[in-house]
């Protein structure tokens, strides 16, 4: 498993709950922000009395979320937009009353409901007095959150706070954010080549004009990512975007629709999985003025000439890599995209919905339909990084369920 990750803008959420340990939970956050993430602190209202919101603020630098029922926090970012900001959710220390109101999916206080409300991967520190920790009722709760694949981070074996000897002390900062790290790979996609389109198509009028669409590059950007954690060498084809490219992945830039179709087609025989989340241009202005054009007429005419339609090309291709692509649709969604992936002969189609209030171009958040023979799933809103993961993971089932077969 690769072991070079670095936690570069990766949203992580620290719950921080009432025990002695908390005084640890400053380094922690230091930690991770050297590490390259942002850090969103949530403190129960125990933790408030080991340690001050204040010290975690400064060193997050962002407000702490102290209470479920705050208006003016919640006006800020409530706690359903933290659960969806967060790319893991890190409870450090974590006590035995949370714990126990985590495993029974008790929501009674803003970090308890964030956990329940967010569907990011999931890591808790355990710290306390070693007999509880030895509690039957204790281990019953752990077994329950790890068969909800939480990761359980220690206890550490040594002196604790009141004196004993035993397990129940939290892991050291340092272990935690290594764990962490960890926490985002796996080795789904180990040995495989993952080719991605992602972003924008720019079609020429002349020198100083082009078309294009709102495509920002982030769904695509967050599909690389997710193949680069799940162990993929991942090629990234990119449109113009402002986006810096993910850690671990290969990008190569591209202008138009054509330069795009070049150069997917020079990398889709040597790939194993091709998933193209560019908006490509589906016309391409028949001619380009080789000067800049004067205004004067009233009106002017543009003839449009068809595209090469990338994926369809990929999906004909022989060999043809497990190919997946996207429909970005206004309306009828399951109905159009079910025709797109049987008309460009797809393995798998990921549709959502573009220029409604919420997920599509540009936002950071999305949700997805996605459909293949025979079947289909649901993945609600949620950012973009979360649902790039979950895609990566239908695709990865899929992939290797039809080498297995
Ligand atoms: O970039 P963001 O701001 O994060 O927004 C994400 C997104 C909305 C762009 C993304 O989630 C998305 O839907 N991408 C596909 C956009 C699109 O072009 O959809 P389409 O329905 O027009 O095309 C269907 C499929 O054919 C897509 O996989 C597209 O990449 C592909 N295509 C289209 C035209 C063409 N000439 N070649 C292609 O390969």
Same mark, same amino acid.
């Given at each position: 498993m690769k072991t070079t990750l670095s936690l570069t803008n990766? #949203? @992580?959420?620290? *719950? !921080?709950? $009432? $025990? @002695?340990?908390a005084y640890k /939970?400053?380094?922690?956050?230091?930690?991770?922000?050297?590490?390259?993430a942002e850090v969103r602190v949530v403190m129960t209202a125990a933790a408030q009395s080991f340690i001050t919101p204040l010290t975690l603020q400064t060193l997050s630098t962002h407000r702490v979320h102290t209470d479920l029922l705050d208006a003016e926090a919640e006006q800020a970012m409530g706690h359903i937009e933290l659960a969806r900001w967060a790319d893991a959710i890190l409870i450090a220390p974590a006590t035995a009353n949370t714990l126990a109101r985590l495993a029974n999916g008790l929501c009674d206080?803003?970090? /308890?409901?964030?956990?329940l409300a967010s569907?990011? +991967?999931?890591?808790?520190?355990?710290?306390?007095?070693?007999v509880m920790w030895e509690n039957r009722v204790t281990q019953e709760n752990i077994a329950r959150l790890e068969a909800r694949e939480v990761l359980i981070a220690? +206890? *550490? !074996? $040594?002196?604790?706070?009141? *004196?004993e000897f035993g397990p129940g002390r939290m892991l050291e900062p340092e272990q935690l954010v290594a764990t962490l790290s960890s926490l985002f790979l796996s080795e789904r996609l180990a040995g495989l080549s993952v080719l991605i389109t992602a972003g924008p198509t720019r079609e020429a009028l002349d020198p100083v004009r082009y078309l294009t669409n709102h495509s920002s590059g982030k769904m695509g950007y967050a599909v690389a990512l997710a193949a680069a954690d799940a162990g993929a060498d991942v090629t990234l084809i990119s449109g113009p975007t402002h986006l810096a490219v993910p850690p671990g992945v290969r990008r190569l830039d591209v202008v138009s629709a054509s330069?795009? #179709?070049?150069? !997917?087609?020079?990398h889709a025989s040597d790939s194993d999985i091709f998933v193209a989340a560019a908006a490509v241009a589906d016309y391409r202005p028949g001619s380009v003025a080789t000067q800049k054009q004067k205004k004067g007429a009233s009106h002017v005419e543009l003839k449009m000439v068809?595209?090469?339609? @990338?994926?369809?090309?990929?999906? *004909? /291709?022989? +060999?043809a890599p497990f190919t997946v692509g996207f429909a970005a649709e206004t309306e009828n969604l399951a109905t159009h995209a079910q025709d797109k992936r049987r008309a460009k002969s797809l393995d798998m189609i990921a549709a959502n919905l573009v220029g409604a209030d919420q997920g599509g171009f540009l936002v950071d958040d999305n949700a997805l339909e996605v459909f293949w023979e025979g079947g289909h799933k649901s993945l609600p809103l949620a950012s973009k990084t979360c649902l790039a993961r979950e895609l990566i993971g239908l695709i990865a089932g899929h992939y290797h369920a039809r080498s297995a077969a």
């Open positions: 990766r #949203h @992580i959420v620290v *719950g !921080v709950c $009432g $025990g @002695i340990a /939970s400053a380094e922690l956050v230091r930690l991770l922000r050297a590490a390259g206080d803003l970090l /308890s409901t964030v956990c569907r990011a +991967p999931f890591m808790v520190a355990p710290a306390m007095n070693q220690g +206890p *550490g !074996v $040594g002196e604790q706070a009141c *004196g330069d795009m #179709h070049e150069l !997917v087609m020079a068809r595209n090469v339609d @990338i994926v369809a090309a990929v999906a *004909g /291709s022989t +060999p």
